[in-house]
């Protein structure tokens, strides 16, 4: 769907950042076919900082980022290179934590300075806030091809884990434990063994 029509806008770590004509039909839609240029500027903004924060997690977990896309209808992180299912679902928790971060910054600016009434403040806090958190809660719905569908996965693969760490380290545990029954057995025989006399 979208093969062609990009622009490069800029670079993540060598990747380009590209925009795909499609961002005005998806401006209008979004806008509600209004003239709400902040808005437009704000939304777009916030699918690219999602974006990125994928290919933040993406490059944590030593792989290759692509590109970094923006498209009408939200934005994609294309990568490459082998992962963990465990991998997998926390860089689909990238592109959500990265709003997350938005979302808390601009509650504590609005909490500081309290809610604007011009017009430009008022876009920038719906679409930095409200917009923000339905965007959030939309894209953890566990529905391909939304993050959610992988992000969830990632807790139950942590538990997992977390249990399969556990069982060794109490192997090691018992493993020592037999190793020091041992070597108290060899000293007690040692020490039970009877001498052998000595004729001169």
Do not use: Y
Request: glycine fraction near 10%.
């Amino acid at each position: 769907m979208f093969d062609s029509g990009w622009v490069a806008v800029g670079q993540f770590r060598g990747a380009p950042v590209r925009i795909h004509w499609s961002i005005v039909v998806g401006a209008l839609f979004f806008g509600g076919l209004a003239f709400v240029p902040v808005f437009w500027a704000a939304f777009f903004g916030l699918i690219l900082v999602h974006e990125v924060g994928h290919a933040v997690l993406v490059r944590w977990n030593g792989l290759r980022v692509v590109s970094v896309d923006v498209h009408g209808f939200g934005g994609m992180c294309r990568w490459t290179g082998i992962t963990s299912p465990l991998q997998h679902a926390g860089i689909a928790w990238g592109g959500v934590l990265a709003q997350f971060v938005v979302f808390l910054m601009a509650t504590a600016v609005v909490w500081v300075v309290g809610r604007p009434t011009g017009s430009v403040g008022i876009q920038l806090v719906d679409v930095l806030i409200d917009t923000n958190l339905l965007f959030m809660m939309f894209n953890l719905l566990p529905i391909p091809p939304l993050d959610g569908s992988e992000a969830w996965k990632f807790f139950p693969l942590m538990r997992n884990r977390w249990r399969r760490l556990q069982a060794k380290k109490r192997k090691a545990e018992i493993e020592a434990e037999l190793d020091l029954l041992n070597a108290i057995d060899r000293q007690v025989r040692d020490d039970n063994r009877p001498d052998d006399d000595i004729w001169n």
